[in-house]
């Protein structure tokens, strides 16, 4: 994506002539798919009578925003008197509000500029939508055996989306809907979501991470996936998120676990008219296009089917959702051990190793899903989160960041989890910040680094001799946040509560931390 200069009106005078118109050991623990972040979250307890602190104040006045121009067809449909006014009068508007939010011409390709509500460009000349046809079960559908099939229409978004050019982001994720949305009617949850977004948009972000899919589940209203265990009432989460963020004049990302599914036990009683039902219950399937690892259940993304899946799910949300982007996370290959993918291995007839045919499986899959969302809406964007740490990231889960950040058609930007303090011996802040900015070589491709806000006020086990830093110091995050803009790099903080619902032990040095983030 590009800014657009202030002589832009001049470009677009012209183009209506031309158209007849006037090597260490990570942080995280080795059985981390297991341990990570839910055994780290769902250890906090939350009081029952705790709420999240709401900061009344606007919108940023810094809130960025990326403008982009109003597409034109090769040849106008109409050449109406009436239809070249309108057109005019969009492209003047356009026109208008770029050069309104134009910074001086010193500003570059990554500089911000400001986002004034209700000033997006309306897309008031289109080309014929494309249309994608899929084929999902029906409703009806309840068992894997001769099942009819219907055929859904998901036609290109003609949403235009609200992206910034350096994200300053938020991860709200199905940890918060513990608290905000199971066992609350839909006015309690747009009531606790609403609290959630006025204190992201006055601590100075621009961006939410939205968690739409966890476990093969979904927090919207799906075809493909069943409703996640959260959602108890009978409401839809994502479109109220949607609304909440863009009325704050946030940017929403639908955020997604393509491979990550249930635990033995809930795959158990997974419906049956879902595809992933059907596939648990039939024998060819399961243990190859759905994999038992450690007593969770993960899609294998060496099968087209497993991927084809991940990706109309993408484009179900895109197409039913207002979201400004899609992004995934971490969890790809859950296990090195070789049983996982061993029928599908075998059956590739490949050359590659098994290490070199997984990352090219994962890959392959990232690249189908970049253009998928790109499919269903050209102006969305797609994230990825790795783990902060590239070894781990290449080697045990087999996810190829070298190839994704110096290659374009992976992502639009990456965000890797780099959850670690200064002090951190094996993985200092500044200089895995500095590696990551390095990596990336391809074009239009940001960096946004996540920040561990739920480390505030605690010990850092797998820090050495850093372990002390998040208790000692009420500045990290700060000083963290305020680096990144040496690289001209975004920010994300994972994740809500544990900035705005903390641990009561660590609630003082968390209000600490906060107050340096607001400064």
Known sequence: MKRYPASFAALLTAVLLACGCSQVTDELPDSYYETDTDVISEAETFPSDTTASTVSTSVSSDTSIYISAVSLPDEPSDTSAETTSALETTISETVTNVSERESSAETTAKSETEFVPGTLPTQAVQTAP???????????ETSAAAQPQTEVYYPQSGYYPLNFSRQKGMWVSYLEFD???RGASEAEFTDALNACFDNISALG????YFQARVY????????????????TGDYDPLKIAVKSAHDRGLSIHAWINPMRLTTDSQMKS????????????????NGTYIVNSSGRWYLNPAYAETVSLICDGIREILTAYDVDGIQIDDYFYPTTDASF??????????SLGLADWRRENVTKMVKQMYETVHSANPKAVFGISPQGNTDNNYNDLYADIYTWCSTSGCCDYICPQ?????????????????KWSKLITAPDIQLVIGLAAYKSGTSDKYAGSGSNEWVASSDVLARQRDLTEIYGAGYAFFRYDSLFVPDPSAAAAVNAELDNLRK
């Open 130 to 140: 494309q249309i994608t046809v899929v084929t999902i079960p029906t409703a009806a």
């Open 179 to 181: 608290r905000i949305m």
């Open 205 to 208: 972000c621009n961006t939410v």
């Open 216 to 231: 093969g589940d979904a927090y919207y209203d799906s075809s493909l996936f069943p409703k996640g265990d959260r959602l």
């Open 270 to 285: 997974y419906p049956e008219n879902y595809k992933i039902g059907q596939w648990y219950n039939d024998a060819s399937k």
């Open 341 to 350: 993918d061993s029928t599908a291995y075998s059956a590739s007839g490949t």
């Open 418 to 434: 780099v959850y670690f303090g200064f002090e951190n011996t094996a993985q200092p802040y500044a200089e895995t910040v500095d």
